[in-house]
């Protein structure tokens, strides 16, 4: 992988590269939102992001998870996507290890219904164990499934809270928190002001169709302004490190 801003590199250690900051000037956790799209925008082949990817998207993907406390997703993307818990190799173990962080980041999952697989291997083979953030009305039915396979987190009433869930996140020691989507996850997120960067892959495909993009809902007004950190380039991908420019 090649760097191509702002400095020029054809060695680029990723981690370095993807470096988050110890804490933000609010005090709540660092956030942080990956995903992929096409020239189009279509975030998504036949209903999921593995068609738009590559060896490149994958090992950035893999090295934003070891480098987050917990990773963030909306339960409709994680049903998509077929969801399992978060591996990492040794070495990324052991960097992790050094910067005090667990072994491996915990999952957690947005849910409003409650409406879990509580047998899927996303809980019942998770090294670290997964996180449920629901609603109030959605507790009963969490905690019912929840007992001994994930920690809960009650945000909001009928509707997740997403300043409260992130403020709870905070409260456990999650200080950078990695975003995956899904579209809906991300507009509440941002919405919310809540947003710190952007890492966007762009793939060189055309998809086409009214399918998902990486927000959903109505148009933001104005516009969410990111100043640009970096790019770098495998195949023809295109990764983009985007900041969100705070009070402008």
Request: hydrophobic fraction near 45%.
């Amino acid at each position: 992988m090649r760097a191509l801003l702002p400095r020029p590199s054809s060695d680029v250690d990723l981690v370095e590269a993807y470096a988050t900051p110890p804490a933000i000037p609010s005090g709540r956790p660092f956030v942080r939102c990956n995903m992929v799209a096409a020239l189009d925008g279509a975030i998504t082949v036949n209903g999921r992001s593995g068609g738009l990817g590559g060896p490149g998207d994958r090992l950035v993907f893999q090295v934003l998870r070891a480098v987050a406390d917990v990773v963030l997703v909306g339960a409709g993307t994680a049903r998509a996507e077929h969801y399992g818990p978060v591996r990492l190799d040794d070495a990324a173990r052991e960097q992790r290890l050094a910067r005090r962080q667990s072994p491996v980041p915990p999952i957690a999952v947005v849910t409003g219904s409650g409406a879990l697989d509580w047998s899927a291997p996303f809980f019942t083979d998770a090294e670290a164990r997964p996180i449920v953030i629901t609603t109030r009305e959605g507790e009963a039915e969490v905690q019912r499934g929840a007992s001994g396979l994930a920690e809960v987190v009650v945000a909001g009433d009928v509707r997740v809270d997403m300043a409260v869930a992130l403020e709870a996140l905070g409260a456990g020691g999650h200080r950078n928190v990695l975003l995956e989507g899904g579209p809906g996850l991300n507009a509440d997120v941002i919405r919310s002001g809540l947003l710190d960067e952007l890492c966007l892959t762009v793939s060189p495909h055309l998809v086409g169709g009214d399918g998902p993009r990486v927000l959903a809902g109505p148009a933001l007004d104005p516009p969410l302004h990111l100043a640009l950190v970096h790019v770098l380039e495998e195949d023809g991908l295109l990764f983009l490190r985007l900041a969100v420019e705070k009070g402008g």
